[in-house]
């Protein structure tokens, strides 16, 4: 038995390869379709420990990174935190003590939130973006000693 097995493989080695005589060809398309589409992170502003007595207004920054698909157009607005009495101008932390938002390294340009005039725009290049974001604390709050803070919101619009 063992040797019929040898025999027949044999005989399919000298068999060989057929030839081939003729081809043909055919294509097909390969396709895919980028979105527009963006993601947005922030890092806390931190303003540390603010004396009112010492005359100086406290500034402080933080970032927002914006990474978008290349080319796509996107606005950032800030929003005007969760006092009620706060606006994009003049926000509020703990719905006492006042801060603004700048886009601008010399705090003239207020951010506001979207829709408003001064927002943030920007052209997406594949990469991550940082956008400053530079905060103030105006001089001369007498407050109560605590601790103070405000929720923004960062709407990305693309």
């Known amino acids: 038995m063992k040797l019929i097995k040898n025999v027949l493989l044999t005989g399919l080695i000298l068999a060989g390869i057929p030839a081939y005589s003729a081809t043909t060809t055919t294509t097909f398309q390969v396709t895919a379709t980028v979105n527009d589409t963006c993601s947005i992170s922030a890092v806390n502003l931190a303003?540390?420990?603010?004396?009112?007595?010492?005359?100086?207004?406290?500034?402080?920054?933080s970032t927002?990174?914006?990474?978008?698909?290349?080319?796509?157009?996107?606005?950032?607005?800030?929003?005007?935190?969760?006092?009620?009495?706060?606006?994009?101008?003049?926000?509020?932390?703990?719905?006492?003590?006042?801060?603004?938002?700048f886009a601008d390294s010399l705090r003239t340009t207020n951010w506001d939130d979207t829709g408003g005039t001064n927002t943030l725009a920007g052209i997406g290049t594949g990469l991550a973006i940082p956008h400053v974001i530079y905060g103030r604390i105006p001089a001369s709050q007498y407050l109560s000693a605590a601790s103070y803070s405000d929720t923004v919101t960062v709407t990305l619009t693309y």
């Open 47 to 61: 303003f540390g420990v603010y004396d009112p007595s010492s005359g100086t207004a406290n500034d402080s920054t």
């Open 64 to 101: 927002v990174t914006v990474t978008c698909t290349l080319s796509t157009p996107y606005d950032i607005g800030l929003s005007s935190g969760l006092a009620t009495a706060a606006t994009s101008a003049t926000r509020q932390m703990s719905d006492e003590l006042n801060y603004s938002m």
